[in-house]
Structures are given as structure tokens and as C-alpha cells.
């Protein structure tokens, strides 16, 4: 299916468009990733309407238009968005691959000093990886810690 | 798009006239519907990926952001085990949370005081002004 042409269109009725049109895809990646020493790993989860839409092309917009908006709302005294116009104005990106998306959304919604050094220290604090390779149950959940074997495997 | 309809009103059977923006502005803005014991999303809208941050505590993030942090978030859990649970929107068991434009916080527990837990159902919504 051809996606419209949905430059200008307010980001969230190209989501409706996108509800109504595209089938959900169920991603097997997961991001593991450890915001913070004291705290167990935690496990970014892709939703399968974004996937959709990201996989479609056209529909989302660009990942730099999600941090010049977290900018504005780092600055001390902010009230609320005057620059929202850039997830509605800015020409949307086009198809992804399922790895490309899910570089994208850990741009997007990964804590910025998680990618932006996640591969200094004596271990990696960030892994990409199938869900299969994660613990079956959940047990034990708050003392999960990206292991070797899960690096060696990503 | 095709079927485009634009009216600044709609009328009710019983003759009364109402904005068509009270029902866009009264429209959740996103949903989440996920099971807290597998951190998979059984539905959603406007959602671009849930975090599992630990027993009982997630994040929703969102696509098209919110217009200011002072959105209404509501929702409810369905625990699947004799356990009655509760749902707040934080991110820690002890300090309150307030939302970002972009993404909030998911807490589920034990409504009998036993702590953080996941729930089988774990539901929540946002509603107010988008950016």
C-alpha cells in the first residue's frame, strides 16, 4: 500500500492512517540496556503499530526532530511545546529496515549517555538481541545484568 | 487521505449542536494494553515502544508527544492471581513521577502491600493536548 503523502499532516493522524492500514509487525529484537549502575537492566520493547510504520516509510518523522523537542523540554521554566510543528512539518522518513528501526528507536527512547558511550568501559551498557535469548521467566527480574553471553550473542 | 469529512459541528438526534472539537479534545491520545509478566503490548496507539524497567515498572513511549507534562493519564490492571493490584504512574516504589512529553511511567503493585509486581493486564491512557 502507498502511503500518502503526509508532509504538513499532524503526526498523530498519520498514526490513525496507520492503525487503520497497516498490520501490526511483532518484532523479535530487544534493546538491553543498564540506565544506571545501581539498578537491574531494563528491556526496550518495540510496539507493533510503530514498527508498522516505521517498515511503511513516510509516516514518522525524522529521530533529530524527537531531540530538539527533548531539548526544549531540558530547559529550565518549560511550560509546554512551541516547537510541536517539527513532528507534523518535517518531511517523515522513508521505509526501514527492522534494523534500521530499531537504531531508530534507540535513539529515540534510550536515555542519550546510554548510546552515546554504550560500548566504553570494561563492558557494554547497551545490547541489541533477540527475545528468545532473554531469561524465560522473571524471575529474579530486579537482579537482571546484560551477561557475556547475551554480548557475545549480539 | 480518501472520505475526508470537515465539520465544525455535530448535531445529536435529539437536535442539540456540539463542537467537533470537543470530541477531538476529548479523544485518549494513546493507549497501552500489555501483559507485565511477558512486557509484550497486546494493543496500543500512539505508542513507540514500552520499557521494562523491573518487577512492576514500565515505561510507554510515545510517538506524537504531548503539548506539556500536565496530561491525565488513567488505567488499571487485571492481576490474573488472587492478588488484588493497583496501577500509578511512577517510576520508583517510593517518590511520584511527573510524566514527560514524550514518554510515562507505569507502576503495578500488590494493593495489599506487598510490593512491586507485574500484572497480567496492565492497562493506561493519556488524555490532553498534544504538541
Given at each position: 500500500?502507498?502511503?500518502?503523502?503526509?508532509?504538513?499532516?499532524?503526526?498523530?493522524?498519520?498514526?490513525?492512517?496507520?492503525?487503520?492500514?497497516?498490520?501490526?509487525?511483532?518484532?523479535?529484537?530487544?534493546?538491553?540496556?543498564?540506565?544506571?549502575?545501581?539498578?537491574?537492566?531494563?528491556?526496550?520493547?518495540?510496539?507493533?503499530?510503530?514498527?508498522?510504520?516505521?517498515?511503511?516509510?513516510?509516516?514518522?518523522?525524522?529521530?533529530?526532530?524527537?531531540?530538539?523537542?527533548?531539548?526544549?523540554?531540558?530547559?529550565?521554566?518549560?511550560?509546554?511545546?512551541?516547537?510541536?510543528?517539527?513532528l507534523?512539518?518535517?518531511?517523515?522518513?522513508e521505509?526501514?529496515t527492522?534494523?534500521?528501526?530499531?537504531?531508530?528507536?534507540?535513539?529515540?527512547?534510550?536515555?542519550?549517555?546510554?548510546?552515546?558511550?554504550?560500548?566504553?568501559?570494561?563492558?557494554?551498557?547497551?545490547?541489541?538481541?533477540?527475545?528468545?535469548?532473554?531469561?524465560?521467566?522473571r524471575?529474579?527480574?530486579?537482579?537482571?545484568?546484560?551477561?557475556?553471553?547475551?554480548?557475545?550473542?549480539? | 487521505?480518501?472520505?475526508?469529512?470537515?465539520?465544525?459541528?455535530?448535531?445529536?438526534?435529539?437536535?442539540?449542536?456540539?463542537?467537533?472539537?470537543?470530541?477531538?479534545?476529548?479523544?485518549?491520545?494513546?493507549?497501552a494494553?500489555?501483559?507485565?509478566?511477558?512486557?509484550?503490548?497486546?494493543?496500543?496507539?500512539?505508542?513507540?515502544?514500552?520499557?521494562?524497567?523491573?518487577?512492576?515498572?514500565?515505561?510507554?513511549?510515545?510517538?506524537?508527544?504531548?503539548?506539556?507534562?500536565?496530561?491525565?493519564?488513567?488505567?488499571?490492571?487485571?492481576?490474573?492471581?488472587?492478588?488484588?493490584?493497583h496501577?500509578?504512574?511512577?517510576?520508583?516504589?517510593?517518590?511520584?513521577t511527573?510524566?514527560?512529553?514524550?514518554?510515562?511511567?507505569?507502576?503495578?503493585?500488590n494493593?495489599?502491600?506487598?510490593?512491586?509486581?507485574?500484572?497480567?493486564?496492565?492497562?493506561?491512557?493519556?488524555?490532553?493536548?498534544?504538541a
Amino acid at each position: 500500500m502507498q502511503t500518502p503523502s503526509f508532509q504538513g499532516t499532524h503526526l498523530w493522524d498519520r498514526l490513525c492512517w496507520a492503525k487503520e492500514n497497516l498490520e501490526p509487525h511483532q518484532s523479535d529484537y530487544r534493546v538491553v540496556y543498564e540506565d544506571s549502575i545501581d539498578e537491574c537492566a531494563k528491556i526496550l520493547v518495540p510496539d507493533p503499530n510503530w514498527m508498522a510504520c516505521a517498515l511503511q516509510g513516510g509516516i514518522l518523522p525524522p529521530v533529530w526532530v524527537y531531540h530538539e523537542l527533548a531539548k526544549d523540554e531540558a530547559q529550565e521554566g518549560f511550560k509546554k511545546h512551541t516547537r510541536g510543528y517539527l513532528l507534523h512539518e518535517t518531511e517523515p522518513v522513508e521505509a526501514m529496515t527492522e534494523e534500521e528501526a530499531i537504531e531508530y528507536l534507540i535513539l529515540k527512547d534510550c536515555p542519550r549517555h546510554v548510546w552515546e558511550n554504550y560500548n566504553e568501559g570494561n563492558r557494554p551498557k547497551m545490547v541489541i538481541c533477540k527475545k528468545e535469548q532473554l531469561p524465560q521467566t522473571r524471575e529474579w527480574r530486579n537482579a537482571w545484568k546484560i551477561s557475556e553471553e547475551l554480548n557475545i550473542a549480539a | 487521505m480518501a472520505g475526508k469529512i470537515i465539520a465544525d459541528t455535530i448535531e445529536t438526534g435529539a437536535g442539540a449542536d456540539i463542537s467537533t472539537s470537543y470530541v477531538v479534545n476529548g479523544s485518549a491520545k494513546a493507549f497501552a494494553n500489555f501483559d507485565g509478566n511477558t512486557a509484550s503490548l497486546r494493543g496500543s496507539f500512539n505508542v513507540s515502544s514500552l520499557d521494562d524497567d523491573g518487577l512492576g515498572l514500565f515505561g510507554v513511549n510515545l510517538t506524537s508527544s504531548m503539548s506539556d507534562g500536565n496530561y491525565n493519564l488513567s488505567g488499571g490492571t487485571g492481576s490474573g492471581d488472587t492478588n488484588v493490584h493497583h496501577i500509578h504512574f511512577a517510576a520508583t516504589n517510593l517518590s511520584p513521577t511527573t510524566p514527560s512529553t514524550s514518554a510515562y511511567p507505569v507502576k503495578t503493585a500488590n494493593a495489599g502491600g506487598a510490593g512491586l509486581l507485574d500484572s497480567l493486564y496492565t492497562m493506561s491512557e493519556a488524555h490532553g493536548d498534544l504538541a
